[in-house]
């Protein structure tokens, strides 16, 4: 079974450019669904930058799909002009527009139906707790935390949703999209036979980066250059490679037991990420997965994942040594960063919520374990990070925190200062 799957080394912002014109192609049709009319749902934005603003757009085609209109009432950011620039782009109120961190506070308390959280990911698990709290569906971009005790916040959080029957979905949207859900179902189905090993990448170009400007703030400067922290993206390990760990702990069906890897930091000129990181994962019953990322300039850029089974191999295809006969469902196909919000709102009107916190927290905690053992050098294992309260990876939080950008006690750390792993 083909899946015409090849991931191209493309930004989501150059992603987001697909034509709404590619939704005709849909495989399975949503127009029977609900009828369109003036149904009307409301929704809250948590984070008007690029990321933010183009998950709201898709967002609105998503509602769009399932036959219903979108209003946007209420929005949050703490730079002025990207929040302005939303509330004249939608038509919201100023005194529903917040530039403060606290902003968020606003938009959960509104008459909003679902809020989309598009922030830096360490904001994540304090905007997803306060939407949940007050009862708010939830679109909420990936990462979802920056350090274990945030993951294990959000895990919390969903729990509490599936209690007030709320929906969350995030941003991990190779679960959405077509060929990615047929090579899953195709594993499943014993297509690849056992999975032995397999390896993950997102290999790519640096990122941009911001300069401080004259008098500017630790805190407004971390948040304007926030993919160069780790602090506030997790490193890009986290923030990007993420996508390709979530794939692996997906067609495995569990998360590994350990982890060892190395990076280091040689180009970047801004924060204190690394450039690269090379991690063995091992998820138990000597299955280990490969992950290699990079964001360095003029190097070779897959972005793809491979595994190899007992029957055959899964990568950009199936490929079977016994061939069998599978059922594979047909899966709506389009742009999975549509496709999403459709899946979520189309959840909700039919009464079975989805709810993605566990599983996005598990992959970006997958992806943070491997970046404490580059930073150490230190086999790191799952239960450090999840139940041994004794271990000193527990409780690791990183500094400064959502809640010290609210109480205006934010100290930025030094530019082009990353862990060095081991002693001299």
């Known amino acids: 079974m083909s899946t015409n799957g090849k991931i191209l080394s493309v930004s ?54 399932a036959g219903v209109k979108v209003k946007v009432v209420a929005l949050a950011d ?44 360490n904001f994540r698990p304090v905007h997803l707790e ?25 895990i919390a959080a969903g729990e509490k949703a599936k209690e007030k029957k709320l929906g969350i979905v995030a941003g991990t949207q190779r679960r959405h999209q077509k060929n990615y859900r047929e090579t899953a179902a195709a594993i499943e189905q014993g297509a690849i036979g056992q999975i032995m090993g397999g390896r993950v990448w997102w290999c790519g170009g640096a990122l941009w980066k911001t300069d401080r400007r004259p008098g500017e703030s630790d805190a407004m400067y971390m948040v304007r250059n926030w993919v160069s922290f780790t602090e506030m993206s997790g490193d890009h390990i986290v923030e990007q490679h993420v996508h390709n760990l979530d794939v692996a702990n997906w067609f495995i069906g569990r998360t590994p037991k350990q982890a060892l890897g190395f990076g280091g930091r040689a180009r970047r000129k801004t924060g204190n990420q690394f450039d690269f990181f090379s991690v063995d994962y091992d998820y138990g019953d000597d299955l280990t997965i490969h992950s290699m990322c990079r964001q360095i300039n003029g190097t070779h850029g897959p972005v793809a994942e491979s595994l190899v089974g007992t ?27 549509v496709i999403e919000h459709f899946d979520l709102i189309t959840s909700i009107r039919e009464g079975k919520p989805l709810n993605e916190a566990k599983n996005v927290a598990e992959s970006t905690l997958t992806a943070i374990m491997g970046r404490i053992s580059a930073y150490t050098g230190q086999y790191v294992r799952w239960s450090d990070l999840m139940t041994n309260q004794n271990s000193p990876y527990y409780n690791l939080k990183l500094s400064p925190a959502a809640e010290d950008f609210e109480a205006g006690d934010v100290k930025a750390p030094a530019d082009d200062v990353a862990p060095v792993p081991g002693k001299d």
């Open 12 to 65: 989501r912002r150059d992603f987001l450019k697909v034509s709404a014109a590619s939704m005709a192609a849909l495989s399975i049709s949503p127009a029977g669904l609900y009828a369109a009319g003036d149904d009307e749902i409301k929704v809250g934005l948590i984070g008007c930058g690029g990321r933010g603003s183009g998950a709201l757009e898709n967002f609105i085609e998503g509602a769009k799909m």
């Open 130 to 154: 306060a939407a949940i709290d007050a009862g708010k569906h939830v679109f909420m971009e990936k990462p979802v935390a920056v350090d274990p005790q945030g993951c294990r916040r959000i």
């Open 311 to 337: 029957n055959g191999t899964a990568g950009d295809n199936i490929k079977m040594i016994n061939k069998k006969n599978l059922d594979i469902p047909k899966f709506p196909d389009g742009n999975p960063y």
């Open 78 to 121: 703490p730079q002025k002009d990207r929040v302005q620039g939303q509330a004249k782009k939608y038509g919201v109120p100023a005194e529903m527009a917040s530039s403060a961190f606290d902003g968020y506070k606003k938009v959960v308390a509104s008459d909003a139906q679902y809020v989309i959280l598009g922030t830096s990911p």
